[in-house]
């Protein structure tokens, strides 16, 4: 199983970023697909997420700045993040989940002031 994830960089506040999540050794249409994140010092919180029946959760910090999509064609889960700030500096995983989960390595995203 692999979750690759890439997209991730530095940008100035207010600037935006577009994360992708490509999955392989997976049924991708029965997962759950989701994506967290993890600063320095804090513990692995949920994004967004995004159900197998397309279902969306938003973490209140990013509700109206990100929006999450899937395409089960191209078995991939897209973060849009747009209006970032300094607080979303961290490490971005993407997560699936059906009966078993799984992490992807993560792509750091880095927002300056």
């Known amino acids: 199983v692999q979750l690759q994830a890439s997209g991730g960089g530095l940008v100035q506040a207010g600037g935006s970023l577009r994360l992708s999540c490509v999955t392989s050794?997976?049924?991708?249409?029965?997962?759950?697909m989701g994506w967290y994140r993890q600063a320095p010092g804090k513990q692995r919180e949920l994004v967004a997420e995004?159900?197998?029946?397309?279902?969306?959760n938003y973490a209140d910090s990013v509700k109206g700045r990100f929006t999450i999509s899937r395409d089960n064609g191209e078995r991939m889960v897209t973060l849009q993040m747009s209006s970032l700030k300094p607080e979303d500096t961290a490490v971005y995983y993407c997560?699936?989940?059906?009966?078993?989960?799984?992490w992807g390595k993560g792509t750091q995203v880095t927002v300056s002031s």
């Open positions: 997560h699936a989940r059906y009966r078993l989960e799984y």
């Open positions: 050794g997976i049924i991708f249409v029965v997962n759950d």
């Open positions: 995004i159900t197998s029946g397309g279902r969306i």
